[in-house]
């Protein structure tokens, strides 16, 4: 399900840090995951996908673990840069039909030069 | 990568008018379109999906006669704030993916800002 947010949580990291986003979902038939970027003002943008058949995913700089049995992904952001610094979300896609993509609560990464 | 746009990018009205808002894909088609709201500092709640040809499913909680919703062809939805309040006030956002097997990443649009004086 949704979670509706209170203040975002905040992760604040020093550049060139590896930083580690969690998300814990809601729905165990959720079979697939994807984590989207969203900068003040704009909309969200893709950053990478997980399919319930794979615990882990690599991207440039990006690393995606998923932990089924406790319903946890995580992000990894390697080197952090200062345009790093935004809203990242977890969306999980229900299995069976209409993938529509249910948020989660956010965390704001702030990057510090 | 697959590209949303959304129109206007931001918008100040005036209580009781209505405005509309544009979402359209421009490099493939998509059968359905989904709409959110986002508060600030919040996550985004879906607020509808718009499906092209029938009528649109609204979550609980929207009303659907102050959120129209039209599909009209496989690359655009509009989403209509009716007799628009304060409350209102907030960035809409809009997706639409392929929607196929294996294609199910939804792409955004660069959200609406609407303010409702």
């Known amino acids: 399900g949704e979670s509706v947010g209170l203040h975002l949580p905040t992760l604040s990291v020093q550049e060139g840090d590896n930083s580690i986003i969690n998300c814990a979902y809601s729905n165990s038939a959720s079979d697939y995951f994807i984590w989207y970027k969203q900068e003040s003002g704009k909309g969200p943008q893709f950053i990478i996908d997980i399919r319930s058949n794979m615990d882990k995913r690599q991207g440039q700089r990006v690393t995606v673990l998923l932990n089924k049995t406790v319903k946890h992904l995580s992000l990894q952001i390697a080197a952090t840069q200062p345009g790093d610094s935004a809203v990242y979300f977890c969306?999980?896609?229900?299995?069976?039909?209409?993938?529509?993509?249910?948020f989660g609560r956010g965390t704001s990464l702030i990057v510090h030069p | 990568g697959a590209v949303v746009s959304q129109h206007p990018s931001r918008v100040i009205c005036k209580s009781g008018t209505s405005v509309k808002i544009e979402c359209r894909s421009l490099d493939f088609q998509a059968t359905t379109m989904f709409w959110y709201r986002q508060f600030p500092k919040q996550s985004l709640m879906l607020m509808a999906t718009?499906?092209?040809?029938?009528?649109?499913?609204?979550e609980q909680g929207v009303e659907k006669d102050k959120f129209l919703i039209n599909h009209a062809s496989l690359t655009l939805s509009t989403l209509t704030v009716t007799s628009a309040h304060p409350e209102d006030s907030s960035f809409y956002i809009c997706?639409?993916?392929?929607?196929?097997?294996?294609?199910?990443?939804?792409?955004f649009g660069p959200g609406t800002r609407l303010l409702v004086l």
């Open positions: 997706s639409a993916g392929p929607g196929l097997i294996d294609q199910e990443t939804q792409y």
């Open positions: 718009s499906n092209e040809g029938s009528k649109a499913t609204y």
């Open positions: 969306a999980e896609n229900m299995k069976g039909g209409s993938y529509i993509p249910t």
